[in-house]
C-alpha cells in the first residue's frame, strides 16, 4: 500500500511540474509575459514571510542548547572561546529521565540522571480530564501502569493514585512503588539541579498553549532551560506566537500518521487505523507532511531543533539543518556502538533510554 500510494504520488508531482515548465514556456516565448507561476511564488513567499515567527535570538538558543556539537573538535572537546560563557554542550539527552534504569518520566528517574551525570532531560507533557498538567507518555494508563484507561478520561485523583513502575523489568527495586508526578514538580526538580528540559507536548488540545505560558511565566527559568517540542507544529506555532522567545523543536519520523511505530530495518509498524479508507488518508498525510515538515513547518514555526527518529538521520540530513541554523537531535539511541556512532561521527545530541554506559555527558 505504501508503495503504491508513493508512486501515484511521484507521478502527480511529476505531471504537475511538467505542466508547470510546459505553461512557463509558453508564457515567456508565446505571450511574452510573466509567468503566474513568478506571481504566485512571489506572493506565497511574502505570506510565509509574514506568518512566520523568527526563532530566538542566538544567545538564548546557545544559553539553553549550549554550544553545538558540531563545532567539537575532533577529539570532541571544545575550542576555548564558544561565546558561550558556561561552555555547555548538550551530548546527550535522558529520554524520560531514563526509562529502561528506572520508571519512566518518574521524579526517581529525574533524580537519577542527575547523579549520573546528564545534564539534560526529556519528559512528556499532557493533560488530565480536568486539565491538570502532568508528565505521562501515553494516551492510555494501559503499558505502565497494567490497569486500563485513556488519560483524557481519568481526573487527576484519580491517577496519582496509580503505580507506574507496575510492568518496568526493575519493579523490585521500587518497593513503594512510583507515581506519576505534576509538571511542576518534575520542572522544579530538574530547574533546582539545573538540568536543560525537554518538554514533549502530547496534547492537541488549545488549552495546552495557555499552560505553556502559564508555566514560563511561574519558572521564568525556563527561557534559559528548556525546549518545548511536539510532533504537531500547530501547537508549537500558537505558544511561539504568543511567546517568541520559547525556544522549540518539532520532532518527526515517517508514518507517524499511519503507523504506531517505525524502524528502517524492520517491517512496517502496525497501523494506526484499521478502517482501510482511514488508513489511505493517513498515508496520504504522511507523504504530503513529510514534504511540508523539510520545507516550509520548521521555517513557519521558527524552531531551533528538529528531533528526529535515529534511523533517518545521515549526514547530508544533519549538514542541511545546519545550513538552516537548526540543529538535529536523534532519537532513541539505546546501543553503546549507537551512542559512539552519533556521538563521534555524527556530532549529534542524542536522547537515549539508559545511562548506565554513558562516559561523556
Known amino acids: 500500500m505504501h508503495g503504491i500510494i508513493e508512486l501515484i504520488l511521484n507521478s502527480a508531482l511529476l505531471w504537475i511540474f511538467s505542466q508547470i515548465i510546459w505553461n512557463t514556456l509558453i508564457s515567456v516565448f508565446y505571450n511574452f509575459c510573466i509567468p503566474w507561476i513568478v506571481w504566485g511564488s512571489f506572493i506565497i513567499a511574502v505570506g510565509l514571510k509574514i506568518a512566520r515567527i523568527p526563532p530566538p535570538n542566538l544567545s538564548i538558543v546557545q544559553e539553553v542548547l549550549g554550544v553545538n556539537p558540531l563545532s567539537l573538535k575532533k577529539d570532541n ?15 546527550v539527552v535522558a529520554h ?19 547523579e549520573k551525570g546528564c545534564t539534560a532531560i526529556e519528559l512528556d507533557l499532557c493533560l488530565t480530564k480536568d486539565n491538570v498538567p502532568i ?30 513502575s507496575h510492568n518496568h523489568p526493575l ?19 530538574c530547574l533546582s539541579n539545573e538540568q536543560r528540559i525537554i518538554i514533549d507536548v502530547k496534547e492537541t488540545k488549545m488549552e495546552m ?16 532551560r528548556a525546549v518545548i517540542s511536539s510532533f504537531n507544529p500547530i501547537i508549537i506555532y500558537m505558544i511561539r506566537r504568543k511567546e517568541p522567545r520559547i525556544v522549540a523543536g518539532l520532532a518527526w519520523r ?21 478502517n482501510p479508507f482511514k488508513h489511505i488518508v493517513a498515508c496520504l498525510f504522511d507523504h504530503i507532511y513529510e514534504w511540508v515538515f523539510h520545507h516550509f513547518a520548521y521555517y513557519i514555526v521558527g524552531v531551533s531543533t528538529v528531533l528526529l527518529h535515529k534511523d533517518i538521520i545521515n549526514p547530508r ?16 539511541v539505546n546501543l553503546p556502538s549507537e551512542k559512539l556512532h552519533f556521538s563521534r561521527l555524527f556530532k549529534v545530541t542524542y536522547l537515549t533510554d539508559t545511562l548506565l554506559v554513558e562516559k561523556d555527558m
Open 209 to 224: 498553549v495557555q499552560i505553556i505560558l502559564d508555566t514560563y511565566k511561574k519558572y521564568p527559568k525556563l527561557f534559559q
Open 171 to 189: 519493579k523490585d527495586k521500587f518497593i513503594e512503588g512510583e507515581k506519576i508526578p505534576l509538571l511542576y514538580e518534575a520542572l522544579e526538580i
Open 96 to 114: 524520560r529521565g531514563g526509562g529502561y534504569d528506572f520508571p519512566e518520566n518518574s521524579l526517581t528517574a529525574f533524580r537519577n540522571s542527575k
Open 254 to 274: 515517517p508514518h507517524f500518521f499511519s503507523r504506531l511505530s517505525y524502524s528502517a530495518l524492520d517491517l512496517p509498524g502496525p497501523v494506526i487505523y484499521s
Open 317 to 332: 540530513i544533519i549538514k542541511e539543518w545546519y545550513n538552516r541554523d537548526i540543529r538535529v537531535m536523534a532519537w532513541t
Open 77 to 91: 572537546t571544545m575550542f576555548k572561546d564558544h561565546g558561550n560563557g558556561e561552555q555547555y554542550c548538550m551530548r
Open 135 to 164: 508528565v505521562f507518555h501515553d494516551p492510555t494508563i494501559d503499558r505502565v501502569t497494567g490497569k486500563t484507561g485513556m488519560i483524557k478520561d481519568m481526573t487527576w485523583d484519580q491517577l496519582k493514585q496509580l503505580d507506574i
